[in-house]
């Protein structure tokens, strides 16, 4: 399936498009956001930029009328439920495709599943335990991956997981267990697996550790209202650590720079098969860069991007200033214009060039 | 007169402080110990988890890694930590056993052998490779984030099954081809970088260009057709050997993962086990067949632990049961500097690799922990 530039309707707070964002009293939150910072937003929240058609609509607009109109919908669940698969590296051979949990996002928008009945769901999914097979392994893999457990400094808790995978009746994590899906229970449920996903969503988002007073007040409220995630992140895009995330910029993730170069230069997203093929492959160097210049490369030079030819670019100044703006989310030094400008006009240059040459510099590595 | 290099610096430097062989009279002179002649090393972790029952115990699985140890020093029981098979991996190649999560899929705090080697050395990105065979996860073994150390000296990796498959060839062919490059417009795009970058923005497009070339040209090598029983491994492995033979690397990792489908399956393992010794057999073949890379590479090949002592109910071995055939794993050291046909059993760890690999070299692993392998040396 091919998606493209949506219509959205946020089943959570019922905004659509037209409506007018929220005005809140906060200067920094009802500042008009730049370009730069409507991409960076949306990529955090929905694993994209923005599409053509959503850039007019907001730029200018407040963070805050824009965080809330993603918030909570489906497009902002279904990134959500994307990383939580790579966390849990379940990806490749091992993605669980069943209809179940393909309707995960769609459930967490319309509130009929919370962020820990997600997760609960995915170490029951058959692909996991294939993916951590044997119980050392098993057990290991949630108490760590769930709890943030080291499990060598919890080698006893280890063994009785073991013992309770392999049919015992016993006590794990101070719960009674005697199976697979009991181990599993009592790891997703226990008070250290909200701590420890609250502590890696904050960072997934702002890229920060969490204070450890704000850390301890959050997973607790998380702990007793699983429903209340949307609440907390909400608070987390109004933190000075976001307001800080934004200036400082961050990587992409391979699969955040697959999904990027498709709707920066397509202005669609890639199917799944483009995404894990593309994924998979950046994935598979130490240093993707060579290979993400390449994808640009291959996509610019296939003709399928609607790059416009040399002769219906009236004016190279502005098209090169509004490439900045599109694809780096600033605008174009003075010196930049210069040197691009200059470049526009040789012969052997396409507009093509242009843009690689902006897809394959480092600064498009990052938001 | 020798050539003072920085490794018969270190080297000599050792040597007095050990009270060793030089004489007084001789210091100042002409360093007299005799180079190396390793200049290049290939490090193979099979990090799937491999007994030493079904490699040195079976000589018939695995008849090349046997050749091996009979030309060189063959090491029957280093210590391992069950660590899980990244940690466990992660610390062969830091010289440092740290918990690290199974699926935990970060760059660790340690340098790594990588890391020592370039730093060290002054060695260029493209003298050091790692290809794999595990995914995602193991592009972290590339450098960890210790602040003397870190990304500018780390590791090119590759992963095999990664790159080189046929869903990452249709999405190629769906594509088409990258048009070659124009000189002219070559240089206005190394013009525009200049304009806009900082730093070496132009130097990394180079050394990109020459990796998106290596790529390019190797998907017309066959390596993603490669099918079957261990298929990642093989194509780790099959890299590596094209990269032995084209860009004649310094340090060359490889990190083998199939075995692990010994959870499920005995025979399946015992099979991979096959495969791999195959294709390092392919590997060792090219590196005897070329004179250059013959009489300078070190060869090294070394689980990263074994599994357990007993079948699992689904008739596979699972590892955590803490017994010696998953604490301790056969290590096998090839190289024109090495004994031939020697056997070490003194107590020794795979943590050790790193160390001596580095002493080897002529580097220095500052943080790790390992020791230095004994009895290695002609």
Known sequence: MVIGPPQPKNPVLGLRPQDEPTVVPDAALVRPMSVGDLRAVSMDLLGRPPFANE????????RDAYVEHLLGTEAFWRHWWSEQLYYFMLIDTFRPRTDDVNEVPIKLAEGRLTVRDALHRIALTPTFDLRNPGADTFVTVVMEQYCGMVVQDAARELEIGKSAYDGNETRFLGQPAENQADVVRNCVEHKSATRHFTAREYERLTGMAPDKKDLIRWSRDLHKRPHA??????????????????????????????????????????????TESMRNALDGLGDPRPLRSLFAR??????????????????????VGAQYRRLLGREATQDELRTFVTAFHEPACRPETLLYAILSHAEYQTY | MTHLTRRNLLRTAGAVS????????????????????????????????????????MPDNVPNLVAMAKEGVLYPKLRTSNLGHFGATMSIFTGLAEARGIRENARGPDPTIFEYLR????????????????????????????????????????????????????????????????????????????????????????QQARVEEYILNELTRGTSDIRGAAAGDRKALRLARNLMSIFKPKMLGVVLQNADIAHSSYNGYVEVVRQNDAAIGELMA??????????????????????????????????????????????????PDFKQGATVTADHKTIDLTTTICELMGAKAKLAKGGRLSGLYS
Not at chain 1, 55 to 62: V, Y
Not at chain 1, 298 to 319: C, G
Not at chain 2, 178 to 189: M, N, S, T, V, W
Request: charged share 30%.
């Open chain 2, 18 to 57: 050990a009270g060793a062989l030089l004489a007084p009279s001789m210091l100042g002179a002409p360093l007299f110990v005799p180079e190396r002649k390793t200049q290049r090393v290939v490090l193979i972790a099979m990090a799937g988890g491999v007994r030493t029952r079904e490699t040195f115990g």
């Open chain 1, 55 to 62: 850039l007019e609509p907001w730029i200018g607009k407040s």
């Open chain 1, 229 to 274: 995630y949307v609440t907390l992140f909400a608070e987390w895009m109004r933190s000075t650590h976001y307001d800080e995330r934004l200036v400082r910029r961050r990587p992409k993730s391979n699969r955040l720079f697959a999904r990027a170069l498709h709707v920066d230069l397509l202005d669609r997203l890639p199917t799944e098969d483009e």
């Open chain 2, 286 to 335: 090219a590196i005897r067949e070329d004179e250059e890379l013959a009489t300078t590479t070190a060869v090294f090949v070394c689980p990263e632990f074994g599994r357990d002592a007993d079948l699992n109910a689904r008739r596979g071995l699972d590892h955590g049961d803490g017994s010696d055939d998953l604490r301790t794993v056969g290590c096998a050291a090839w190289g």
């Open chain 2, 119 to 206: 730093k060290d050395l002054g060695l260029d990105k493209g003298d050091v490779w790692v290809t794999t065979s595990g995914g995602a996860q193991q592009v972290n073994y590339s450098y960890g984030l210790h602040p003397e150390y870190g990304p500018q000296y780390g590791a090119n990796i590759l992963d095999g099954d990664g790159i080189f498959n046929r869903e990452f060839e249709e999405l190629l062919e769906r594509w088409g081809k990258p048009k070659a490059a124009d000189p002219e417009e070559q240089k206005i795009l190394e013009r525009l970088r200049r304009g806009m970058g900082k730093g070496d923005a132009v130097k990394d497009a180079e």
């Open chain 1, 298 to 319: 291959l996509i610019l030079d296939s003709s399928k991007a609607p790059v416009p030819k040399k002769k219906d670019i009236p004016d190279p100044t502005l098209w």
